[in-house]
């Protein structure tokens, strides 16, 4: 999930053969969904603003599962409550919650495992974690 608009920034591979990937601008708020690599790479922001993101890696997902990767868009409009399925894939789904002022938004399946993670203040109501889950 990326934190900021941010620009352009070059990751320069260092392994055999070398090669240069450049991630195009970004804005907030839009996200990846990269199975990752065994890699190693230099990075060059390639603007003046700063790049902020947050990385969450699943460790039931095997590196290299090349059929996750997906970009999101930025919601359009954050002021308007609601739940939209982003991305919906049989090892992960992700939602983007959005709840504007004190509006209720209904939450997803119980039944399954979650992870939340909010970027602004957050109340649950009545709220039922499992073991190892963090309110």
Do not use: C
Not at 104 to 116: G, M, N, R, S, Y
């Amino acid at each position: 999930m990326y934190l900021t608009d941010s620009p352009p920034v070059r990751f320069s591979h260092i392994e055999h053969p070398p090669f240069t990937l450049i991630r195009p601008p970004v804005k907030l708020g839009s996200f990846r969904v990269s199975p990752g690599r065994i890699e190693s790479h230099e990075v060059e922001n390639l603007g003046d603003a700063p790049s902020a993101f947050l990385r969450v890696e699943l460790k039931q997902i095997p590196l290299g599962q090349g059929k996750l990767f997906q970009r999101g868009s930025a919601p359009a409009d954050l002021s308007i409550s609601g739940l939209t399925k982003e991305y919906v894939r049989p090892e992960l789904v992700i939602e983007r919650i959005v709840a504007s002022g004190n509006k209720a938004v209904e939450l997803h399946d119980p039944t399954i495992p979650w992870l939340l993670i909010s970027f602004t203040e957050a109340w649950l109501p009545a709220a039922s974690l499992q073991s190892g889950e963090i309110y």
